[in-house]
DNA sequence: CAAGTGTACTAAGTCACATAGTACACTTAG
DNA sequence: CTAAGTGTACTATGTGACTTAGTACACTTG
């Protein structure tokens, strides 16, 4: 489960969003399976159960769950919802890569820290 | 001269910073320059001169500009102030990164994008 | 001296975010 | 059936960042 970082002026509710999309793109959790409770998880994280209700509501109305009155909220396996984030996270990538660009990185450092950052990943 | 977007969430100050920041990575302005008048640049942006001068009090405090009582505000030429604008592009690009690499997207795709955005450059 | 400059300060309004508390409808285990 | 747990909805409140408004002062330059 990922952490909360109430100092980073990230809104908490996003940073629960992100983490289950994150979660989802690993693979640690998959479609059918059941999420923690918004009370549970409002417990867990020390966060009140409004935060957390609002973070489940951003992730249903993006189709990466489904929630049931009366037994809970589980993942979804639309696939549409998962090419949207993969379509989002380009978009975003795109716009730092033109920040980076517009500051004046050339071509070849950003892509030496990109193959730094994936090669950290081929040691585990 | 760039442009604010009031509807983007981003603070104005912070679109002026990063305006200027850009600027002078692009040669548009260099060291030495006379910046605008707080007063008349936010009467050309329609914006409180308070808000811009706590965008140029936020330049100052990264050495990108200096200013002078009763004369105005100039473009600095301190070196450590660019490339700690660097090293700031950097971070955020690698942060950018991580993200994309978290969502699931691959390092060859990465690649393909930076070099997208890049050959658009040659065109000009 | 007058106009233009940076700078500082208080006051107010707006907005997003989070919290607090309550309430209702539903499902499931007992 | 009952109780506990679930999602959902609503109002109210507090906080902080951001922006605007207005005023004031010290300084430089023509």
Chains 1, 2 share one sequence.
Do not use: W
């Amino acid at each position: 489960m990922f952490v909360l970082d109430l100092k980073s002026g990230v809104p908490i509710c996003d940073q629960i969003v992100n983490g289950f999309i994150k979660m989802k793109a690993l693979g640690l959790i998959s479609a059918g399976d059941q999420m923690p409770s918004v009370r549970s998880l409002a417990l867990k994280f020390s966060v009140n159960p409004n935060t957390v209700q609002k973070a489940y509501a951003i992730l249903e109305s993006g189709g990466i769950i489904y929630s049931v009155k009366g037994r809970g909220s589980f993942v979804s396996d639309d696939e549409s919802a998962h090419s949207a984030v993969l379509d989002r996270a380009r978009s975003d990538f795109k716009a730092a890569v033109s920040a980076a660009r517009d500051l004046g990185l050339g071509s070849l450092e950003l892509n030496k820290i990109i193959n730094d950052i994936y090669k950290e990943e081929e040691k585990c």
